[in-house]
Structure formats: C-alpha cells, structure tokens
C-alpha cells in the first residue's frame, strides 16, 4: 500500500529552536478585562483571522504551534523597527537567520503592543492562502483562547470566567519558555497504555500526527496498526527540503484527551521533532486554551467515533 504524504513548507509544523534564548512574550496587550470573538476562514485546514497593524487590514493564520510571523513584504511596508536577528533551525534541521520585528497587532480591538515577530521570507503558503503572516502563541501567553469550529468562531480574554469550563475536561497544559508553545499529555492504548507529550498546533490541519522517532520507539510494542510506507518525495520545511522521506500511514486503536476516547485513529508520521494534534481535531469539540492558568479543555459536541 502506496499513499502520499503532503506537508505545508511553513514554520507552522514546527518548533523553532534558536542558537541562543529569545524571549517571544514580551509583549503585552493594551487593554484589561477584555473579550472578543474573532470570526475565522478555514481554508485547507488553516484557521484565517483578520488583523490590524497601523491601520492596515491584514490576513494571518492563527497558530499555536509557533511563535507570530510577517510576511517581508508587509514589515517592509509597515516599516517595522527590527529588534534582532536570530540563527533559526526549521525541521529540516537546516538553519539561516530571521528578522525579528515588533508590532502593535490588534485583534477585534484588543492591541497587543511590541509583539515580536519572525520576518519570512517568500513563502508559498502565504501566497496561496493569500495571507500577511500567522498569529502564534507568543502573542496569547496572557490570554484564554477558545477556538469554536461550529461558530467558525476564535475567542480571546483575559478573564477566564467569560468561558463555562468542566474541570473534568480539562488537562495541564505545559508551555515552552519564551514561546508559551502548548503541549499536553494524551493516551493511547493497544496492548498496554501508553502516555505521549503532544503538541497542540492549530496550524497543522491534520489530527494527530506522530513525530517519526516516537513512532519507530513504539512501533515495536504494536501499539500502532495497519501500518503502510511511503514516499514524500520531498519534505519542505522553512528553508528548503531533505530530498526524498520515507513516511507510514498507521492506526491507533484508542486514544484519549482530556477524557475523550477517539477509537480507530489515523495518524501520519512526520519529521518533526514532536507529535501534534492540529486544528483535524476541531471537528470534534470546542478547544480552550487557559495560558494564563496552563489548562487546555477540551469539550466534545458527541460522543467521539
């Protein structure tokens, strides 16, 4: 069994580590005790808000799973001050330096001032989804977050008590320093129960896709089913592609989050560093971020299937 295995070339399915520490929260928001509810395009699985920078309407994907980034030719144009340059590594593990930028982006009239953000280069996503950048989780480290897929609906405050949240389903949320990149816990079973630290990237479109180096060490231990090798072809990442990856197509017979059982789940291996669970997960429930407290929620519309 032959499939074909698509990845975005965007910094969206990836961590981004750095030669050395940059602290990507430094920005604040204008405003307290505020609330807004962003309407949102889902395009190809990509969650697209719109944004003002110095009056200026904007598109930008809203992603988790990265710090924010600014197409060249917008910074340019904004004339965005330039607060460092920095030795980024993409996927691919192939490096180069980025700009980064400070910008006051305002949500729906919430501003988050001095928000710093990746400059990029010419980048095929942006051009195709004809968007100036994406919203990372730098920007929404003092923030809730409740992305609402019935309502195509993204709700950001600071105030918890706007949102009805069942501690019963909810889990710690773990976020990376300088990034507030989210990462919960999720189990999966088979012949025995297993526990693995995932990312929580709305940027990636997909459900649940495991890092290649989790799915080799438990590929053994049968916890994955029906498993079937392809080809990439080539796997892009920021600056540039590996050449030719080989790539499985697997099940997992159970899995669980946040108390929600999904049986039978497909999930794609990738060459990333870390698993994911991307915005596929979102046709199931309504998502809610408390970076402020460090709990994700998770709150099913059915039972899962």
Known sequence: MRFLYLTAAFICCVIISHAQFYNYN?????QTGYFAALPYENIDGKLVIEAVIKHKKCRFIFDTG???????????????????????????????????VTADITLQGITFNNTPTLVAGVLRLFDDLHVDGTIGSNMLHNSIVRISPREKLIYITDDRRKFALNKKQCVNMVL??????????INMRNNKEMKELVEFDSGDGGFYV??????????????????????????????????????????????????????????QTSFGNNSRIGAGFLRYGIVTLDYKNSKFYFEPFAAAQ
Request: glycine share 8%; net charge negative.
């Open 26 to 30: 430094s920005g604040r928001t204008k």
């Open 66 to 100: 990265a710090p924010g980034c600014i197409s060249k030719n917008l910074a340019d144009e904004l004339q965005l001050p330039v607060l460092s340059k920095q030795l980024i590594t993409d996927a691919n593990a192939k490096q180069d330096s980025m700009a980064i």
């Open 176 to 185: 990376t320093p300088g990034q507030s990149l989210p990462f919960i816990w």
């Open 210 to 267: 495991v890092a290649l180096s989790h799915f080799n060490k438990y590929r053994d231990e049968n916890l994955y089913t029906a498993v079937a090798e392809g080809n990439t072809g080539s796997d892009a990442g920021m600056f540039g592609s590996t050449g030719d990856t080989i790539v499985y197509a697997a099940t997992v017979p159970y899995l669980s989050i946040c108390g929600t059982a999904f049986n039978n789940v497909s999930v």
